[in-house]
């Protein structure tokens, strides 16, 4: 899909990775990062106690350091070398993650490019940790572009820096209807910071009833519910999360 066309797609999708595209990928994205403060600091760390999930990996890393002992300046200044660490590290023990693919997903990936909707990511992941992700999963080839953890402090700010890149290269502009598609109420609350519809599937650690307490605009058991015309808005069903 070529960077600058006359005419933006009518539809935008940005997907989370975990919990929404693979799920149960194993231990090694928590052990890259408990590894990374090692060789870095020196210091043992863990992500025992820590919830997880949602998050970006700057604010776990952090978290980690803090309960470790580690002085907020220190932290600061360690930071981008343990992020280069973290993601050094997962790329070379991602396993394969065919099978831990989320249910629908392949099938709405294929057609949604086929439709000539833009898909672009959201997420906690940084940046070699997510592309390996989709790399080992099968499925990275789908993905134009993203926004990932060591870009911003927060998720709605990702969501900004996303849809910068696709206004900028001409995937999107205000009469696109944009989708961020996401398993955690962090996806949704981004989403309604930014004024773009969210999507919420009930694949990841988040209840059905804890996503529709936080009202997405469309809320699915799996991706095999969702469709590219529904992404363009077209043939909604009734069972919208907003009441």
Not at 26 to 54: F, K, M, N, W
């Amino acid at each position: 899909m070529a960077a600058g066309r006359d005419t933006p797609p009518k539809a935008l999708v940005l997907f989370d990775i975990d919990g929404t595209l693979v799920r149960r990928a194993g231990p090694h994205h928590r052990e890259a990062l408990v590894e990374a403060v090692r060789r870095v600091s020196g210091l043992e760390s863990t992500t025992d106690g820590i919830p997880v999930q949602g998050m970006l990996d700057g604010d776990i890393l952090r978290l980690m350091m803090r309960a470790a002992g580690v002085p907020a300046p220190r932290i600061r200044a360690a930071m981008p070398a343990v992020m280069a660490a973290a993601q050094e590290i997962y790329h070379g023990a991602c396993p394969d993650l065919r099978r831990r693919v989320c249910p629908g997903v392949r099938t709405l990936l294929s057609r949604t490019l086929r439709a000539g909707i833009p898909i672009g990511l959201v997420t906690g992941n940084l940046s070699r940790i997510g592309w390996r992700k989709l790399e080992c999963a099968g499925i990275k080839d789908y993905f134009l572009f993203g926004a990932f953890a060591e870009q911003a402090s927060s998720r709605a700010a990702l969501v900004r820096i996303a849809l910068r890149q696709a206004w900028q290269n001409g995937w999107a502009n205000r009469r696109t209807l944009i989708s961020l598609v996401g398993d955690h109420p962090n996806d949704i609350l981004a989403a309604r910071r930014n004024k773009i519809r969210s999507i919420a599937v009930a694949t990841g650690l988040s209840s059905r009833d804890e996503l529709a307490g936080h009202r997405p605009d469309l809320l699915l058991e799996d991706l095999r519910a969702l469709t590219p015309a529904m992404l363009r808005g077209e043939g909604l069903p009734g069972n919208s999360g907003r009441k």
